[in-house]
């Protein structure tokens, strides 16, 4: 029998695309550029492991997340968002974190610009339970929700907020009827049951986005939500 590969590089030049990969491996700080024989192209040596993303832009710069000392400790955790040309050097920071929120898993570069975060967004446990939660859903770290803000770059490390819709502000239960968000679930299809079990028993990371992306042409934003099963647009 002819011995099959089973190491090294594995390129099917009938089914490969003629272009590079961009790589940012979980365990370093250097994200690198690749051509189809498994050379590096290009590099761009940084200061955190990965966030989880990194985008090389239609203008040459690198866009790319990393990865903060944060109590937000579920998968996927970011917190930092930089702007890296070609000869490495950061022309624009920004740590989008704090002990109410935490950036993680994904973002979007704008057509103006901007950036699109997706976000942790924590609440305590009594804040859950007053907005519906059932108390054996939720434990003593809390509820995180999620929210999606429009960042604008300022300078070298500032940002402006220019939009932000907050998952927290889109919530339905059929629960507890003293409640001002109490409703029957099915229907409101535009809101999300706060007690829609996940699997996760109390787990506080909820709703989980994985990704956001962005459509100019309908100005329309969708996001993945791993532990809901749906796409939001």
Known sequence: LAAQQTVGLFFNDSLAFNGYTLLAPNSSTTTYL????????HSWPGNYRPGNVAYLLENGLLLRTGRLNSSFNAG???GHIELVDWEGNVVWQYDYSSPDYHQHHDVEYMP??????????????????NAGRN?????NSGLWTEQVTELEPVGADQANIVWQWRLWDHLVQQYDIARANYGMVADHPELVDINFETGGGNNPDWAHFNAVDYNPA?????????SLSEFWV
């Open 34 to 41: 690749l051509d189809n024989c498994g050379e590096v192209v």
């Open 76 to 78: 996927g955790t970011g």
């Open 112 to 129: 103006n610009g901007n950036i699109l975060v997706i976000a942790w967004e924590r609440h305590s446990r009594t804040e859950a339970i």
């Open 135 to 139: 108390p054996s859903l939720v434990g």
């Open 218 to 226: 309908l100005d329309q934003i969708v996001l993945s939500s791993r």
